[in-house]
Each structure stands twice: as C-alpha cells, then as structure tokens.
C-alpha cells in the first residue's frame, strides 16, 4: 500500500512567485493535514481536512495561503506570493478514522522543502 | 494552550548503547496522547511509540520504551542498543484526542531532536 507521497519534495522560488505543493492520502484515509516546519522550530499546525471539508484552518499563517481538497482525495497547499517567512517543510499527514478514534495514527509524507529566495 | 518542549537540539550515541531523549509538556487536560516520531534523513516521518495518558504502565515497542510520568508532565524516550538505522530528527508530540464529531486531533509537537548513532 502506497504512503502519503507529496510533491515536489523540494522547491526554490523567487519572493513573489507563486508555488503549489501537493499531498497524495493514503487511499480510503478521510483525514488530511498540513504542518509546517520552519528551520529549526517545531513543527505547526495547518489546517485539517475531512474529506473535501476544511475542518480546522486555525493555524493557516496568513491569506498568501490556500488549501483545496478537491474531491475529498488528494490535497494542494498554495502560497501567493510567497515570501521569504514562508521557506520551511510543508508534511502532509493522513488518518484514516474521525475525530472520535482519538488513538489513530497519523501517517506523514516526506515533506516538501521550501526555500524562497 | 500546549506547548512541548524538546531541550536537546541535538545527542549523539555509540552503537549498541543505550540513549535517552527528553520531553516535557505543558497541559491542563487529564487525558491526552503523547508521541514520538522518527524522521531519518530525507524519508517519512514515522510513528515510533504512542502513550496514553490514563494508562500508568509505560510503552514498549521493542527497543523504545518511554517513562512517561504524568505529574511532572515528562515523557522521555529510550533506546536501547543504538543501531545505525535509528539515526534521524525525534520528534515529541502531543495530542488532545476529541470524542465528538467535528473536531481535529492535531499534533503538537516540539523542536525535534537530532539523533546520531555513531559506528
């Protein structure tokens, strides 16, 4: 069975340029989330989607941010523009029961690297 | 709010010995899930032992043990008989699990710990 995968898993963009980052779920899992890790920080919380619903975008930074879940399958984080704060790895992270199964574990992609220069 | 914190940016260990990683945590809530996760170098982050806070007894999975001691909200993780596999970023986290429908089960995590096992 196929991990979280997301793509791509590094990107350099320019200040201003606009850059999308893309998390396939394990398949079946209704559960996705973005994290974010700026160097040498912990790791944030996002957002968090139930299916193709925005369930929770508490801690998306700013409006340069914008997450789609089309069809409740794979999910796209795009930053426009993007600016220099934003460089930092962006994981993914899927489960496959809801909110009341608070023991399920989360499975995490590799990450996307980030650097805006 | 919840915070965790990781002291030790970074530890470096002898194959086959044993290490010890830090964590503590600041919470209100009585029960929760505690975490530690394993990132090795460009690869998944994945799930190394899970505990929950009712339970008194401490996890084990195989060669990683925790000692979780809820009072003084800490929650190390041990390994023993370092292998060279088990080098990679430990991350601690926290997670304030939800028993109603549209909530999120987010994790907390802290500053991450950068292991090396050193031949």
């Known amino acids: 069975e196929a991990g979280v995968t997301q793509f791509p898993s590094h990107s350099v963009i320019e200040k201003g340029q606009t850059v999308t980052l893309r998390c396939d779920p394990i398949s079946g899992h209704d559960n996705l989330y973005w994290y974010r890790r700026v160097m040498g920080k912990e790791i944030k919380f996002l957002l968090h989607?139930?299916?193709?619903?925005?369930?929770?975008e508490s801690g998306m930074p700013n409006n340069r941010f914008l997450a789609e879940r089309t069809g409740g399958t794979y999910s796209t984080l795009k930053v426009q523009p993007a600016e220099l704060e934003d460089s930092g790895v962006y994981f993914c992270?899927?489960?496959?029961?809801?909110?009341?199964?608070?023991?399920?574990?989360?499975?995490f992609g590799q990450g996307t690297r980030l650097t805006v220069v | 709010a919840q915070t965790v914190t990781q002291s030790q940016p970074e530890m470096s260990v002898q194959e086959a010995e044993t290490v010890t990683l830090s964590c503590t945590y600041d919470?209100?809530?009585?029960?929760?899930?505690l975490f530690w996760y394993k990132q090795p170098p460009s690869r998944q982050m994945i799930l190394v032992i899970r505990q929950e806070a009712y339970k008194q007894q401490n996890a084990t999975e195989n060669r990683f043990s925790v000692n979780f001691q809820k009072a003084a909200k800490s929650f190390s993780l041990k390994i023993s008989d370092s292998q060279l596999g088990d080098t990679a970023m430990y991350f601690c986290a926290f997670m304030k699990p939800t028993n109603y429908g549209g909530a999120t089960n987010k994790l907390i995590f802290g500053t991450g710990t950068l292991l090396a096992v050193q031949p």
């Open positions: 992270a899927s489960s496959q029961e809801g909110p009341r199964e608070g023991n399920t574990e989360a499975f």
């Open positions: 919470t209100s809530e009585n029960n929760y899930y």
């Open positions: 989607f139930v299916k193709e619903s925005k369930q929770d």
